[in-house]
């Protein structure tokens, strides 16, 4: 079975500064896609970046960006210039043959 | 193009009644999951529904039952309610092929459910 983990409970991070959250997955599939979500306080989940697993180029939408390592199942978010809307729980998503499968979520305070 | 919405947004309940959620996935959008937010367990798959029919179904009892309309609305029902049912109920709408990987999912707002 797929598993996802965020060893990152909570962080923290100056406004206008960069970030990186940490997500590890194990699977046994060689095609998948890989998800972060953002969670704000008002709890509606959307889609912050998505990487396709046979895509070696690391996905990126503007302020977002992913580390994507394959061999080590390592897929990473950062954060760059970092604004207070940003603080949310961000979720990372491993999705292949079987239903979606999420990590625990990683807390995100940006300070002022 | 309209996001996707659930009905009601805040629900009270007591021990032993029913719920029943409703889901409206995006326009276009066959395939209907829901999932259980919990901040014990986090974010639990329920099951999903492609076509009327269902897909996948996650590791919970038997109370908890779904159905998908011909116009992709999906509905679930929890019977016989219980305090740990207590949790926010998310639902996602996705281009899912017919096999293979799930595409990816947009989610609706959730339906805060509280059992008392």
Not at chain 1, 5 to 30: G, I, K
Request: net charge positive; proline share 5%.
């Amino acid at each position: 079975a797929q598993t996802v983990t965020q060893s990152q409970p909570e962080m923290s991070v100056q406004e206008a500064e960069t970030v990186t959250l940490s997500c590890t997955y194990d699977t046994s599939e060689s095609n998948y896609y890989l998800f972060w979500y953002k969670q704000p306080p008002s709890r509606q989940m959307i889609l912050v970046i998505r990487q396709e697993a046979y895509k070696q180029q690391n996905a990126t939408e503007n302020r977002f960006s992913v580390n994507f390592q394959k061999a080590a199942k390592s897929f990473s978010l950062k954060i760059s210039d970092s604004q207070l809307g940003d603080t949310a729980m961000y979720f990372c998503a491993f999705s292949g043959n079987t239903p979606l499968v999420f990590g625990k979520g990683t807390r995100l305070s940006v300070i002022a | 193009k309209a996001g996707v919405t659930q009905t009601p947004r805040y629900l009270i309940k007591t021990r032993g009644q029913q719920v029943t959620l409703s889901c409206s996935p995006i326009s276009g959008h066959r395939s209907v999951s829901w999932y259980q937010q919990t901040p014990g367990q986090g974010l639990q798959f329920l099951f999903e529904y492609f076509s009327e029919t269902q897909r996948n179904k996650g590791n919970f009892p038997g109370r908890f039952s779904g159905r998908q309309f011909s116009n992709s609305r999906s509905e679930m029902n929890v019977s016989t309610l219980e305090l740990g049912d207590s949790a926010l109920y998310l639902c996602a709408s996705s281009l899912a092929p017919p096999t293979g990987i799930q595409e990816t999912q947009y989610f609706g707002p959730g339906t805060r459910l509280l059992v008392l």
